[in-house]
């Protein structure tokens, strides 16, 4: 299972970022004839309203759509531009150089897999070599294979409590539904808000965005994430703030105010 679930997360594709976030040719001749940075913003927002993006970034002092200028698309919420991997990667959390791939929507799952068979796999290596281990502490022992032995305890050791620390962080991070970009820099959505909570569901609704929703295939290495990677539920504050703003009085500026703090 370990192995399985390594390959997996090493082999497995971050998915490339769907052809209709591409801006058009009209919106490109637009945007490099603007004359300003508030004309380049104005085309890619009207290109980028029939979009499913409802995530933001802050440039020239508002709240706009983001956009890679290395691949030329518009990005979809929660993919980031990946500098060594050289694309842009649907709901991107890092890139992890001990499997070479960056950790993703695609992959997510295998990682976590992997991550918790590493540490079922340590834990017995320490597990079964500590009686040894302290019989060869206790007696000073130097006997053929002591060497083996402490070598083996102390490598399993190792690995064990940085897996551990690992594991544990991005358990935390699915309890929130962030990955690890997120959890550095909280998303701005539409209104200009900036949350962390912001695809925060609920534990269970959060730990189904990831392992689906069949649990018989929670323990193996098969994709059973939910969703398409494109668009992602936001959290019921998030939506019912979008709710409220929507239904009050545009004309009551103070009122509007008070939903943007």
Not at 109 to 127: P, Q, R
Not at 170 to 188: M, S
Not at 216 to 238: D, K, Q, V, Y
Request: glycine share 4%.
């Amino acid at each position: 299972m370990l192995l399985w679930s390594y390959w997996q997360t090493v082999c497995t594709s971050t998915g490339p970022v769907p052809k209709k976030f591409k801006l058009s040719d009209e919106t490109v001749e637009r945007f490099r004839k603007a004359n300003n940075e508030e004309e380049k913003l104005q085309a890619i927002e009207n290109y980028a309203n029939n979009l499913p993006i409802i995530t933001r970034t802050y440039i020239a002092g508002r709240a706009t759509y983001r956009y890679c200028f290395i691949c030329n698309h518009l990005k979809p919420d929660r993919c980031h531009h990946c500098r060594i991997c050289g694309v842009c990667v649907l709901k991107m959390d890092h890139h992890c150089p001990w499997v070479n791939n960056c950790i993703s929507y695609t992959n997510y799952k295998y990682f976590i897999l992997f991550l918790f068979y590493a540490f079922v796999f340590c834990s017995y290596i320490v597990i079964t070599t500590l009686p040894y281990f302290l019989e060869i502490w206790k007696h000073s022992s130097s006997g053929h294979g002591s060497i083996h032995v402490l070598f083996l305890f102390i490598i399993a050791v190792m690995f064990f409590l940085s897996i551990m620390s690992i594991f544990s962080y991005h358990l935390y991070l699915i309890g929130y539904n962030r990955t690890t970009l997120e959890a550095f820099r909280a998303p701005v959505f539409e209104n200009g808000r900036v949350d962390k909570n912001g695809f925060n569901l609920g534990l269970v609704n959060n730990f189904k965005q990831i392992f689906g929703n069949h649990c018989l295939l929670w323990p193996f290495p098969i994709f059973s994430s939910l969703g398409n990677g494109i668009t992602f539920p936001r959290s019921r504050e998030i939506s019912d703030r979008k709710t409220l703003l929507d239904e009050c009085d545009n004309s009551d500026e103070d009122t509007n105010d008070a939903f943007y703090v």
